[in-house]
């Protein structure tokens, strides 16, 4: 897996390699089972039942990432946050920040585009319960660390969707930038902000699932406040 990641040249490569991954048993086993039996409101649509790339600009300064994708979501669409009611209020909200084209995301041919962001998970299958296991997080890890160190000479902030995500970016720190990951780590919360050297800032925000969105705990203020202390971290316009 280390070998095949850091053989990606580009942000195209890369997406190949991890559309064609099949490192970890049981979630290749959960994403294709996912794929066959199907959602009945999809019934008729051909699943993707596969590993999902990042999506969003090469020149990104502003990086999103998430836990994993969802089974009905990025799982059945190919795009990650695409397809489900996740999608439906991060990119709605990065739409009222000028930082997408549109505010809904429902098909990867839908014509979205990104402004100075770049979106990526993780862990890039869908794990069953959305919880992957520690050795399936480590095992993905170096798509993501190969990921942010393709867009490194532009990344200047991260957002970090809950604490999961919170998480996986200290050994970003150490494998991509150098950088000793701070210790204790910093306590994840919406709104967290870390700031370090050599590497890019780091903010905390509540995971846009329907757990938080439905029940109020996320709200679409909350989620404008974080985007707008990104773009003016990364000194986006």
């Not at 190949?16 to 019934?43: D, H, I, M, Q, Y």
């Not at 095992?139 to 000479?153: D, F, K, Q, S, Y």
């Amino acid at each position: 897996m280390v070998v095949r990641a850091a053989r990606a040249t580009d942000l195209a490569d890369l997406d190949g390699a991890v559309s064609n991954c099949f490192a970890c048993p049981r979630l290749v086993s959960w994403r294709e089972e996912v794929a066959r039996t199907k959602r009945a409101a999809f019934r008729e649509q051909h699943y993707w039942g596969r590993p999902v790339p990042g999506f969003g600009t090469p020149d990104a300064r502003i990086g999103i990432l998430g836990l994993a994708p969802a089974a009905h979501g990025g799982n059945r669409t190919g795009r990650i946050f695409t397809g489900d009611r996740s999608g439906d209020v991060l990119f709605a909200a990065l739409h009222r920040a000028g930082l997408a084209n549109q505010p809904t995301s429902v098909a990867a041919d839908d014509g979205l585009t990104l402004r100075d962001t770049r979106i990526f998970a993780a862990v890039r299958c869908a794990p069953p319960d959305n919880k992957p296991t520690p050795v399936e997080r480590d095992t993905c890890a170096p798509w993501l660390h190969r990921e942010v160190g393709l867009i490194r000479p532009t990344l200047r902030v991260v957002v970090a969707l809950g604490a999961f995500a919170w998480a996986a970016w200290w050994p970003v720190l150490r494998d991509v930038y150098g950088v000793r990951p701070p210790s204790p780590r910093p306590v994840f919360g919406h709104g967290a902000h870390w700031s370090g050297t050599a590497a890019p800032e780091l903010l905390g925000c509540y995971h846009v699932s329907q757990q938080n969105t439905f029940t109020g705990r996320l709200t679409p203020l909350m989620l404008d406040d974080v985007f707008a202390r990104a773009k003016q971290l990364a000194g986006v316009d």
